[in-house]
């Protein structure tokens, strides 16, 4: 999700802002080092001045990163910040270097001498007091839009805050040897804080350069990828979780996660895994960063489980053959175990092709399945088209009483109801009160009451039976279809 216009503008202005408070800094510094001659405040205005060229840095970074994702970049431009955060670190790590270099000629050569004046605590005043107002700014707003570029310049200068005051320290030092006459050796403060000024840097460089070069390299966030590992597996429907790869681009995080899934489930259920998964994702990356953005990539490979039964693998090879399977008999037969099925295949399919078909349907099922030993297919046509038909259920009333006697002998008094028969269009009687004695071929929906914790397949043994003896009764019926119901 991109950065508001707002937002976008509230990050610019923050960078902006501290590139500002750099160039006025690293001006007082200088002309205050170069009054005073001191080598503690010449390395603070060194390290004020790359400050600038950092906060430069950081300004230009932030306006590409938040470019949306074009063609040539597909994941978007975030790492920019990343590069930008690792110059910033080496020029930190140069500037250290010579501080350190400088220091220590200074110590074991006694090189330089040091003019105290009000000057070079009212600059270092000022730089704490800037320094405090730009660190807070830029972390409020790093921690509110997740900017990582932000943020390292707020962890870079809150510790310019403690560099100043160590150099303030050894001013003030500096001055009492000078101010009281105190051995001379205390006079090399100075330089001792210039060390502590570069230790500093090099610590925070040291700091920045693996946090950048980790999200350069790609390196997984943390134990983001092992909280998340934990989570996912707590999902029923995923039978294995066979690879998390997370990466981190400034503020956003890219995965990619492959599971392994039932195969019977439907197209519509794995969609619904999938973005279970990526809810998931997005929690845990939420937790483990507040501002984080997610861009999941879920696959789904499917698995046969040890729940899968015989009527599961059959409707699953049958729909990976393009086809569809009902009406599933498995019988066991002297302990093996037979199968038989109706099979739909497209109804202007000729039966050579429709039969290779369904032969090879049967030798895909004897081979999942060692315990099979016969599977048979019965092909069908399913009837795709709209028939028009006109409702005579007014036209047959003792026809209507005799079904629903029938009906009613099997699952009981008062089970049947709402007794609909429809009859062809093309077909033209005059129908008089009752029907004739041979009537026209019938299609007939009845309704049927069960009990409400009857087992399903109880009620399906009994509307089957139903339906046979309507048949029995009037041959003549078509379509039968009864609809099973309970008690209201």
Known sequence: MALTPTAQREKTLVALSSVGAAIGLTSLKITVALLTGSLGLLAEAAHSGLDLVAALMTFFAVRVADRPADADHNYGHEKVENISALMEAILLL??????????????????????INIWAFVVMGISVGVDVTRSRALLRVARKLG???????????????????VVIIGLVVVFMVQRFHLPDWLAQADAVAALGVSAIVIWVSIRLARETIDALIDRAPGTLPTHLYQQLSLIKTITQIRRIRIRRTGNKFFADIIIAAPRILTF????????????????????????????????????ATPSESITDLIHYLAERQGVHAHDIHVREVSGKL?????????????????????????????QSNRNLRRVTTHLEAPNTHIVPRQEVTDHYQTMTRQICQ???????????????????NKVLLELKG???????????????????????????????????????????????????????
Not at 98 to 103: D, K, L, N, P, S
Not at 352 to 365: G, K
């Open 94 to 115: 140069m500037t250290a270097a010579w501080v350190t270099y400088e220091a220590i000629r200074r110590l074991c050569f006694h090189e330089g001498s040091i003019e």
């Open 268 to 303: 519509e259920q794995i969609h619904t895994l999938t973005e279970q998964v990526e809810l998931v994702v997005q929690e845990k990356v939420l937790e483990f960063t507040p501002q984080g953005e997610i861009d999941a990539v879920v696959h789904v490979e499917p698995v």
């Open 406 to 424: 029938i009906a009613d002998g099997i699952a009981g008094q008062g089970s049947a109801h709402d007794i609909r028969l429809y009859r062809p």
């Open 434 to 488: 009752e029907a004739k004695a041979s009537p026209p071929e019938l299609d007939l929906v009845l309704h049927t009451i069960f009990a409400a914790q009857a087992p399903l397949s109880q009620v399906h043994v009994e509307a089957e039976e139903i339906k046979r003896a309507l048949r029995q009764a009037y041959p003549n019926l078509n379509s039968v279809t009864i609809h099973t119901e309970p008690p209201e």
């Open 147 to 165: 900017s990582q570029a932000l943020e390292a310049d707020a962890l870079h200068f809150s510790t310019d805050i403690w560099s100043s005051v």
């Open 338 to 366: 037979e199968a038989d099925f109706d099979l739909e295949v497209h109804a202007d399919m000729d039966l050579r092709t429709a039969h290779d078909l369904a032969t090879h349907l049967e030798q895909a099922v004897l």
